[in-house]
């Protein structure tokens, strides 16, 4: 079933982009554009060699693609980008960069990715996105939409927080919405999962952990296959 995040996520990511969308996409303070787009080419670098030359490089989907810092990189290793957020101020700002041709930048609704076929994509990167949505539900729905548009032997690479919580973390991801505002606020603080919570999220939306890097650390990177470990 599909899960739709509340609707005051769209409107903050929107006022978040219109303040400055490279530091709350990494909060960085006083990063240039240079180096914004720089860490975006290290990292599709990082993806390449962990998903391995055999891959297929044909159509690749970045799921919270911000201004692009990650797609305009595996641009240069893909035939076709997908590149979907929930923010259209976020859309708007990447298209306006001039990015490359074969990048197309999508608004989504933020619940699924209907306007993308089944069975497409030989890759699919989310990174810095599920640590910011509290409710489980909606990564499962994403995850599970992500699985539907994979292709068979495709791959997948996931980004979670899963820093133990103590009660000091437990606390601050209930402050109310209204306090505080800039990095804390609701839709933008840091949500902390479990390995277990987060491996029992990817089975259930038919995926397979290949691989793990950083558990337990803000920076929990994950390598992902189509289909249940038999």
């Given at each position: 079933m599909v899960v739709a995040p509340p609707a005051g996520m769209k409107r903050h990511w929107d006022r978040?982009?219109?303040?400055?969308?490279?530091?709350?996409?990494?909060?960085?303070?006083?990063?240039?554009?240079?180096?914004?787009?720089?860490?975006?080419?290290r990292f599709a670098r990082l993806v390449g060699d962990w998903v391995g030359p055999g891959a297929g490089r044909r159509r690749m989907l970045d799921l919270g693609c911000g201004l692009g810092r990650t797609a305009v990189a595996f641009a240069e290793h893909y035939e076709h980008v997908d590149a979907v957020d929930i923010s259209p101020e976020m859309i708007e700002?990447?298209?306006a960069l001039d990015p490359p041709a074969n990048v197309r930048f999508t608004a989504g609704n933020g619940a699924d990715l209907k306007p993308l076929g089944d069975a497409r994509y030989d890759l699919a990167v989310c990174i810095l996105v599920f640590q910011h949505i509290p409710d489980d539900a909606v990564v499962g729905s994403y995850l599970a939409e992500i699985a539907r548009v994979l292709v068979a032997d495709g791959r997948v690479v996931v980004q979670f927080d899963s820093r133990p919580a103590g009660l000091m973390s437990c606390l601050y991801e209930r402050l109310p919405t209204v306090l505080p505002r800039g990095t804390h606020g609701r839709y933008i603080r840091r949500y902390r999962r479990t390995a277990a919570r987060i491996h029992r999220l990817i089975e259930n939306a038919g995926l397979t952990i290949l691989d793990e890097r950083q558990p337990g650390t803000a920076n929990h990177l994950l390598l992902l296959g189509k289909g249940h470990r038999s």
């Open positions: 978040m982009a219109r303040r400055d969308p490279m530091y709350f996409v990494v909060t960085r303070p006083g990063q240039t554009p240079a180096e914004f787009f720089a860490s975006g080419r700002r990447a298209r």
